[in-house]
């Protein structure tokens, strides 16, 4: 029986298999990995055009852009803290390039390049990358989409066969002129470039498929440089003077002021954006099957000190800025690179390329590369970047920051969103609307935002207008309350029921001190004692829980109800206030669940508990014995096959969980019965198992194991095999299957210890299963 010793996803040295002898010690080789290899070629494939396009649209000497990419690869891709990101000339720096070479000339640029790198260099040294994390999300894309802005604006007059101007505004005004001079030869080869890039990744069928493989960036460029030599139109091209006189860093030239705020803005652009970008990538890393090396996670100031040498380096080459890019790093991760080594081989092939591809390079029209150029600022404009700020309500950092971009630069954006956002976030800190009602002789006091001692004036004054001994609610609708107002509404509240009045509290903060017992029976029960059905054990508390002496027996009907009322009005009371938000924009938007979680109907599985879900999160699937029955079968029970149908095809789910659990009373059945065919609903029902028991049976088979110890008993070995048997039955459902073979869907396997509280997740190839136990960790292994 496969077994696993106790692991942490994160620890590679743990996850070892226990039957794996221990190799003496070997001297280190330099090995490149198969999967390192082919994702350096994608990846350079995807950067030769952008870097000469990025280049271009800086107005920066071209080969300034293979430097970068060059030095991107060899120098952050050695030294960075992010294996798998690839750096280089990011469209991110392209408006700030663009103003500092139109400021201080390209050689001083060269030389901000360099101080920005020694800055980033001090920023790793002092360890303080993960404050860059702090940035609110809404100023950052605020910015790339600004800056996004900024380059589809400018590389529109290259599109048409001109020339951009200095600033975003001047662009827009010479737009007519520009329009009415075009050059049909420049324009054709654009949209042509801006066909491709949007046509090929959608091409149908299983030839589309394959043919999508080739970077669209490539194919883009490619197509339009065959299709414009072959015609014989006579446009602009890429020119790349000899390396003998490409031009390095000197001496910055220009007032002291502008070259620290170049240097401030050129530090704070490309480590944010590579910061960030590490951080993506560790997400896309996660999301992915498990190879067969684990990828270590980032390393932020690590990773900020290797984009500083970068930089440094880059910029005394004669390179432009380099940041860690999007494009790039996500198509590192999807074509399989499981190491840094194929950032490193990627910065080798630009090396040869710009030595050895010069000519074939020159073809280049310089239209293509800016339609190019063009589409990536126009992707920087996210709009689920826009519904996320919506939706957390940062609209207004967000355009803010933006516009800052657009109309004064990077570094003034960024500063005014900023300071909208610390107002905002004051705001809604100080913020509170405090209302009096009076219904039917109860006054309703409602408190809706913070509670701070800012607002204690208002709640006093519509505390006073509530009368003597009346019956009050009221409602605390807030996430926080400070100490001035809590011993403000606590005073109160004493002296108005000392006077014969009535206070009931509701919301988050309706609870009183810990000290203090919340109902005459010492009763502090937390939220989720009622669902495991707790009895408190304060004097009393049994009667008063279940409306009467317990005697140990069943619960009668009575209070059966009873329990079922005041678990309603808990909820109604604590939860809903907190929820109904939430609620409400999903009964507007309708459900989006990303998972389909199909486990056993036994009470002591709370699916949103041990998945951290809320509402709209999980479709959730729910039987005996968490079983899926084979499709096709006569008198079979097409119930779960219809919630797997809807859910693939019509939700679109992009993962499905069989959830076994330790003590299940239907393999117990079928463990004592060896048959299921009993006349009863529940014996037709678990004939659906009777492949797990084969499958248990069959010594000829490997058995699933838990990681770091043997099951228990049988029961337990039966449950993890029904997980891996449920998982087979799931790729016989057509949807299922479809949705594998095109990647849209994965299948995952848990395995919960009741006993333990503890999750176990399936990993390893087939016949050889193991359920590894999760700790602190969000990697989660994949079977499809």
Request: net charge positive; aromatic share 4%; hydrophobic share 45%.
């Given at each position: 029986m496969s077994a696993c010793v106790p692991a942490r996803a994160d620890d590679?040295?743990?996850?070892?298999?226990?039957?794996?002898?221990?190799?003496?010690?070997?001297?280190?080789?330099?090995?490149?990995?198969?999967?390192?290899?082919?994702?350096?070629?994608?990846?350079?494939?995807?950067?030769?055009?952008?870097?000469?396009?990025?280049?271009?649209?800086?107005?920066?000497?071209?080969?300034?852009?293979?430097?970068?990419?060059?030095?991107?690869?060899?120098?952050?891709?050695?030294?960075?803290?992010?294996?798998?990101?690839?750096?280089?000339?990011?469209?991110?720096?392209?408006?700030?390039?663009?103003?500092?070479?139109?400021?201080?000339?390209?050689?001083?640029?060269?030389?901000?390049?360099?101080?920005?790198?020694?800055?980033?260099?001090?920023?790793?040294?002092?360890?303080?990358?993960?404050?860059?994390?702090?940035?609110?999300?809404?100023?950052?894309?605020?910015?790339?989409?600004?800056?996004?802005?900024?380059?589809?604006?400018?590389?529109?007059?290259?599109?048409?066969?001109?020339?951009?101007?200095?600033?975003?505004?001047?662009?827009?005004?010479?737009?007519?002129?520009?329009?009415?001079?075009?050059?049909?030869?420049?324009?054709?080869?654009?949209?042509?470039?801006?066909?491709?890039?949007?046509?090929?990744?959608?091409?149908?069928?299983?030839?589309?498929?394959?043919?999508?493989?080739?970077?669209?960036?490539?194919?883009?460029?490619?197509?339009?440089?065959?299709?414009?030599?072959?015609?014989?139109?006579?446009?602009?091209?890429?020119?790349?003077?000899?390396?003998?006189?490409?031009?390095?860093?000197?001496?910055?030239?220009?007032?002291?002021?502008?070259?620290?705020?170049?240097?401030?803005?050129?530090?704070?652009?490309?480590?944010?954006?590579?910061?960030?970008?590490?951080?993506?990538?560790?997400?896309?890393?996660?999301?992915?099957?498990?190879?067969?090396?684990?990828?270590?996670?980032?390393?932020?100031?690590?990773?900020?000190?290797?984009?500083?040498?970068?930089?440094?380096?880059?910029?005394?080459?004669?390179?432009?800025?380099?940041?860690?890019?999007?494009?790039?790093?996500?198509?590192?991760?999807?074509?399989?690179?499981?190491?840094?080594?194929?950032?490193?081989?990627?910065?080798?092939?630009?090396?040869?390329?710009?030595?050895?591809?010069?000519?074939?390079?020159?073809?280049?029209?310089?239209?293509?590369?800016?339609?190019?150029?063009?589409?990536?600022?126009?992707?920087?404009?996210?709009?689920?970047?826009?519904?996320?700020?919506?939706?957390?309500?940062?609209v207004l950092v967000y355009t803010v920051t933006t516009l800052g971009v657009v109309a004064f630069g990077v570094l003034e954006g960024v500063a005014l969103g900023v300071a909208v956002a610390v107002a905002v976030a004051l705001h809604r800190l100080t913020r509170t609307r405090i209302t009096h009602d009076e219904k039917e002789g109860v006054h309703y006091v409602h408190v809706r935002g913070q509670l701070t001692f800012l607002a204690v004036p208002r709640l006093s004054r519509a505390l006073h207008l509530v009368p003597q001994g009346a019956d009050v609610v009221v409602a605390l609708d807030g996430s926080f309350m400070d100490h001035a107002a809590y011993e403000a509404l606590q005073d109160w509240q004493r002296t108005h029921t000392a006077q014969g009045g009535s206070v009931r509290l509701t919301g988050r903060h309706a609870a009183v001190r810990i000290a203090e017992p919340t109902d005459s029976h010492g009763c502090r029960c937390r939220p989720w004692t009622p669902w495991r059905n707790h009895q408190c054990g304060g004097p009393g508390a049994a009667s008063a829980a279940d409306g009467g002496t317990d005697t140990g027996g069943p619960t009668e009907p009575g209070p059966s109800r009873q329990q079922l009322a005041r678990g309603i009005s808990a909820f109604q009371r604590n939860t809903a206030p907190l929820v109904r938000g939430e609620l409400a924009r999903l009964a507007r938007e309708g459900q989006q669940p990303s998972q389909l979680f199909l486990t056993c109907a036994d009470s002591r599985l709370v699916t949103s508990m041990i998945t951290s879900s809320g509402p709209g999160d999980l479709f959730v699937v729910r039987n005996v014995g968490n079983l899926v029955p084979p499709p096709g079968e006569e008198s079979g029970d097409d119930s779960v096959a219809a919630a797997i149908e809807y859910a693939v095809d019509v939700l679109g789910v992009r993962s499905i969980t069989v959830c076994g659990h330790s003590g299940c009373g239907a393999m117990q059945a079928l463990l004592n019965s060896g048959a299921a065919g009993s006349g009863t609903p529940l014996g037709r029902w678990l004939r659906y198992g009777l492949p797990s028991l084969a499958r248990l049976a069959d010594d000829g088979s490997a058995w699933p194991g838990l990681a770091g110890r043997r099951p228990a008993d049988a029961v337990e070995q039966l449950c993890l095999t029904n997980v891996v048997q449920q998982l087979e039955h799931l790729h016989a459902h057509d949807s299922v299957a479809r949705a594998l073979r095109e990647g849209a869907l994965e299948l995952h396997g848990m395995y919960f210890h009741v006993g333990e509280a503890q999750a176990y997740l399936l990993a390893g190839a087939a016949g050889d299963e193991v359920f590894t136990g999760v700790a602190a960790t969000e990697d989660l292994p994949s079977r499809t």
């Amino acid at each position: 029986m496969s077994a696993c010793v106790p692991a942490r996803a994160d620890d590679p040295a743990r996850t070892q298999h226990p039957h794996q002898p221990h190799s003496p010690p070997r001297p280190r080789r330099f090995r490149i990995d198969g999967a390192d290899l082919s994702a350096s070629i994608a990846v350079f494939l995807i950067a030769l055009p952008l870097s000469l396009g990025i280049a271009l649209a800086t107005g920066a000497p071209l080969q300034a852009g293979l430097v970068a990419a060059a030095v991107g690869g060899l120098v952050a891709g050695r030294l960075g803290g992010s294996p798998l990101q690839v750096s280089g000339p990011a469209a991110g720096l392209t408006v700030v390039s663009a103003d500092l070479i139109h400021r201080f000339g390209w050689r001083t640029t060269c030389a901000v390049t360099v101080l920005a790198g020694l800055a980033q260099l001090g920023l790793g040294c002092l360890r303080v990358a993960r404050t860059a994390l702090a940035v609110s999300p809404a100023v950052v894309h605020g910015m790339l989409a600004g800056i996004g802005v900024t380059i589809a604006v400018a590389q529109v007059h290259i599109v048409l066969g001109g020339s951009p101007q200095s600033s975003v505004i001047d662009n827009l005004r010479a737009l007519p002129a520009q329009l009415a001079g075009l050059r049909p030869a420049a324009v054709s080869v654009s949209l042509l470039t801006l066909a491709l890039l949007l046509l090929w990744p959608r091409l149908p069928g299983r030839p589309g498929r394959l043919l999508a493989k080739v970077p669209t960036p490539l194919v883009a460029v490619a197509g339009a440089t065959a299709t414009a030599s072959l015609t014989g139109l006579t446009l602009p091209r890429v020119d790349l003077p000899s390396w003998r006189s490409h031009a390095l860093a000197g001496l910055p030239e220009g007032p002291a002021l502008g070259i620290v705020a170049a240097v401030l803005t050129t530090t704070l652009v490309c480590s944010v954006q590579s910061l960030l970008g590490a951080v993506a990538v560790d997400k896309l890393a996660a999301g992915r099957p498990a190879p067969a090396a684990p990828v270590p996670r980032s390393d932020l100031d690590r990773e900020l000190l290797g984009q500083g040498a970068a930089n440094v380096v880059s910029g005394a080459l004669g390179g432009l800025p380099v940041a860690g890019v999007a494009v790039r790093s996500s198509a590192n991760v999807r074509a399989g690179a499981v190491s840094r080594n194929s950032t490193v081989l990627h910065g080798v092939l630009v090396v040869v390329a710009a030595l050895l591809m010069v000519p074939l390079l020159e073809l280049i029209p310089l239209a293509s590369l800016a339609a190019l150029v063009m589409a990536v600022g126009i992707q920087m404009v996210s709009l689920h970047h826009i519904r996320t700020v919506t939706r957390h309500r940062e609209v207004l950092v967000y355009t803010v920051t933006t516009l800052g971009v657009v109309a004064f630069g990077v570094l003034e954006g960024v500063a005014l969103g900023v300071a909208v956002a610390v107002a905002v976030a004051l705001h809604r800190l100080t913020r509170t609307r405090i209302t009096h009602d009076e219904k039917e002789g109860v006054h309703y006091v409602h408190v809706r935002g913070q509670l701070t001692f800012l607002a204690v004036p208002r709640l006093s004054r519509a505390l006073h207008l509530v009368p003597q001994g009346a019956d009050v609610v009221v409602a605390l609708d807030g996430s926080f309350m400070d100490h001035a107002a809590y011993e403000a509404l606590q005073d109160w509240q004493r002296t108005h029921t000392a006077q014969g009045g009535s206070v009931r509290l509701t919301g988050r903060h309706a609870a009183v001190r810990i000290a203090e017992p919340t109902d005459s029976h010492g009763c502090r029960c937390r939220p989720w004692t009622p669902w495991r059905n707790h009895q408190c054990g304060g004097p009393g508390a049994a009667s008063a829980a279940d409306g009467g002496t317990d005697t140990g027996g069943p619960t009668e009907p009575g209070p059966s109800r009873q329990q079922l009322a005041r678990g309603i009005s808990a909820f109604q009371r604590n939860t809903a206030p907190l929820v109904r938000g939430e609620l409400a924009r999903l009964a507007r938007e309708g459900q989006q669940p990303s998972q389909l979680f199909l486990t056993c109907a036994d009470s002591r599985l709370v699916t949103s508990m041990i998945t951290s879900s809320g509402p709209g999160d999980l479709f959730v699937v729910r039987n005996v014995g968490n079983l899926v029955p084979p499709p096709g079968e006569e008198s079979g029970d097409d119930s779960v096959a219809a919630a797997i149908e809807y859910a693939v095809d019509v939700l679109g789910v992009r993962s499905i969980t069989v959830c076994g659990h330790s003590g299940c009373g239907a393999m117990q059945a079928l463990l004592n019965s060896g048959a299921a065919g009993s006349g009863t609903p529940l014996g037709r029902w678990l004939r659906y198992g009777l492949p797990s028991l084969a499958r248990l049976a069959d010594d000829g088979s490997a058995w699933p194991g838990l990681a770091g110890r043997r099951p228990a008993d049988a029961v337990e070995q039966l449950c993890l095999t029904n997980v891996v048997q449920q998982l087979e039955h799931l790729h016989a459902h057509d949807s299922v299957a479809r949705a594998l073979r095109e990647g849209a869907l994965e299948l995952h396997g848990m395995y919960f210890h009741v006993g333990e509280a503890q999750a176990y997740l399936l990993a390893g190839a087939a016949g050889d299963e193991v359920f590894t136990g999760v700790a602190a960790t969000e990697d989660l292994p994949s079977r499809t």
